[in-house]
């Protein structure tokens, strides 16, 4: 779930604190065997990559007191041939080993909250486990096609756990039904950064508007975090996690608190350009300042709606991102919408439209607008889609511009 840097091995050079907390009791552990089993988790970062967290197994050998970290989440953008596949929706992650040395001050210099959990496995499940990872991690086995919720380093990690005590996982938690969806948990991730909250739910499409179960929820490391110290093993009812520790408190304030100027800025211009390209002929109705911007507002709406619409088009039919296929918002921002952008230009610089093309322009947003009503009476049936808010926005702007058009005699 999270990029391994280049300059990661720059990590040893620093010597950092860490702060350890004990959680909880301390059941009895099983150690007679050389393997000692922990689950490392790492919280949410500031940056977009490290929003969700990220979570990691470690095998601690007893005897010879070697800590080998295995990262389900590895991945790298450097080659250019791997840019253009992951573009096309194949993500190709791998299992990696570090030392815990190593990847515990990674962490620790960036600023995160790390957790280790040991658990209570017997000398043959500690066996099975570090086994399993090690031959996973084989030049042939280490590669994966990642899928965000379905199919990531936690997931992994969860399966792993799940198979060697017997479904203890999945037997309390794969029936138990949640009020949440992926949606939700996606939004929460991103609290803080509007764009690119704004932008990626846009994208993603009816496959995360599901109904989830608590075992789906465990794609995040956070929620199984906790959900691990809810497990029991077998009839004897022994915790899963032997001990649970804190080794590292991120500082400062939370994650999500700060907004970006940037986006604040950003999100301040199209606002008002909006409301002025759109208000301003309803307001002052013809005006030539007030035909320029209504100009400038169908520019705007064509650039974003347009190029919105075609984004979601090439998402579905040329790559295998499949969270983003079937999306609604095509109904409600077509890629035609680009066209707007032509009597847009023209407003802006000539304050003039031929009587035809503005009979057009009125039709063609009338028409938008019905499409906008088919894809919300599909949400009586099976269609699912939590696109409300794309919905609302279109339905005002694609409003305004009719009337603005209809108030502003142009011809």
């Given at each position: 779930?999270?990029?391994?840097l280049?300059?990661?091995?720059?990590?040893?050079?620093f010597?950092?604190?860490?702060?350890?907390?004990?959680?909880?009791?301390?059941p009895?552990v099983?150690?007679?065997?050389?393997?000692?089993?922990?689950?490392?988790?790492?919280?949410p970062?500031?940056?977009l990559?490290?929003?969700?967290?990220?979570?990691?197994?470690?095998?601690?050998?007893t005897?010879t007191?070697?800590?080998?970290?295995?990262?389900?989440g590895t991945?790298?953008?450097d080659?250019?041939?791997?840019?253009?596949?992951?573009a096309?929706?194949?993500?190709?992650?791998?299992?990696?080993v570090?030392s815990?040395?190593?990847?515990?001050?990674?962490?620790?210099?960036?600023?995160r909250d790390?957790?280790?959990?040991?658990l209570?496995?017997?000398?043959?499940?500690?066996?099975?486990?570090a086994?399993?990872?090690?031959?996973?991690?084989?030049?042939?086995?280490?590669?994966?096609?990642?899928?965000?919720?379905l199919d990531?380093?936690?997931t992994?990690?969860?399966?792993?756990?799940?198979?060697v005590t017997d479904g203890?996982i999945?037997?309390?938690?794969?029936?138990?039904?949640?009020?949440?969806d992926?949606?939700?948990?996606t939004a929460?991730?991103?609290d803080?950064?509007?764009?690119y909250k704004s932008?990626?739910?846009?994208?993603?499409?009816?496959?995360i508007?599901k109904?989830?179960t608590?075992?789906?929820?465990?794609?995040?490391p956070?929620?199984l975090?906790?959900?691990?110290?809810?497990?029991?093993?077998g009839?004897s009812?022994?915790?899963?996690?032997?001990?649970k520790r804190?080794?590292?408190?991120?500082h400062?304030?939370?994650i999500?608190?700060?907004?970006?100027?940037?986006?604040?800025v950003?999100?301040m211009?199209?606002?008002l350009?909006?409301?002025?390209?759109?208000?301003?002929?309803?307001?002052?109705?013809?005006?030539k300042?007030?035909r320029r911007?209504?100009?400038?507002g169908?520019?705007?709406?064509?650039?974003?709606?347009?190029?919105?619409?075609?984004?979601?088009l090439?998402?579905?039919?040329?790559?295998?991102?499949?969270?983003?296929?079937?999306?609604e918002?095509?109904?409600v921002?077509p890629?035609?919408?680009?066209?707007?952008i032509?009597?847009?230009?023209?407003?802006?610089?000539?304050?003039?439209?031929?009587?035809?093309t503005v009979?057009?322009?009125r039709w063609?947003?009338?028409?938008?607008?019905?499409?906008?009503?088919v894809?919300?009476l599909?949400?009586?049936g099976?269609?699912?889609?939590?696109n409300?808010?794309?919905?609302?926005?279109?339905?005002a702007?694609?409003?305004?511009?009719?009337?603005?058009l209809?108030?502003?005699?142009?011809?």
């Amino acid at each position: 779930m999270l990029k391994i840097l280049p300059v990661f091995a720059a990590v040893l050079l620093f010597t950092v604190g860490a702060r350890a907390h004990d959680t909880g009791k301390k059941p009895h552990v099983h150690q007679n065997g050389p393997y000692r089993i922990h689950v490392i988790t790492i919280g949410p970062g500031e940056e977009l990559f490290t929003r969700f967290g990220h979570i990691a197994m470690m095998v601690e050998n007893t005897a010879t007191n070697e800590k080998r970290v295995y990262n389900f989440g590895t991945f790298t953008f450097d080659d250019p041939e791997l840019r253009i596949k992951y573009a096309r929706g194949f993500l190709n992650y791998w299992l990696s080993v570090a030392s815990f040395d190593l990847f515990f001050s990674y962490y620790a210099e960036m600023n995160r909250d790390v957790w280790l959990q040991t658990l209570n496995l017997s000398e043959a499940q500690a066996k099975d486990v570090a086994h399993r990872l090690e031959i996973n991690s084989l030049p042939e086995n280490r590669y994966y096609a990642y899928r965000h919720y379905l199919d990531n380093c936690c997931t992994r990690i969860r399966d792993v756990i799940d198979d060697v005590t017997d479904g203890a996982i999945s037997k309390k938690f794969k029936k138990q039904s949640v009020p949440r969806d992926f949606r939700y948990w996606t939004a929460t991730a991103l609290d803080g950064l509007p764009i690119y909250k704004s932008v990626i739910l846009y994208s993603l499409g009816p496959a995360i508007d599901k109904p989830l179960t608590r075992w789906d929820e465990e794609f995040l490391p956070a929620v199984l975090l906790e959900d691990l110290d809810k497990v029991t093993l077998g009839k004897s009812g022994v915790p899963l996690v032997a001990s649970k520790r804190l080794l590292v408190e991120r500082h400062g304030s939370p994650i999500g608190a700060q907004v970006p100027t940037i986006d604040i800025v950003v999100l301040m211009v199209l606002g008002l350009l909006m409301v002025v390209g759109f208000g301003a002929p309803l307001i002052v109705g013809n005006k030539k300042w007030s035909r320029r911007c209504l100009g400038a507002g169908l520019v705007l709406w064509g650039l974003l709606a347009g190029l919105g619409g075609l984004m979601l088009l090439a998402y579905w039919t040329l790559t295998t991102h499949y969270d983003t296929h079937y999306n609604e918002n095509l109904l409600v921002n077509p890629f035609l919408h680009m066209w707007l952008i032509g009597p847009g230009v023209m407003l802006l610089f000539r304050a003039r439209l031929g009587g035809r093309t503005v009979k057009f322009m009125r039709w063609y947003l009338l028409g938008a607008l019905a499409l906008i009503s088919v894809d919300i009476l599909l949400k009586i049936g099976p269609f699912i889609q939590g696109n409300w808010a794309p919905i609302v926005l279109a339905i005002a702007l694609n409003t305004a511009a009719f009337f603005g058009l209809q108030r502003t005699e142009i011809e």
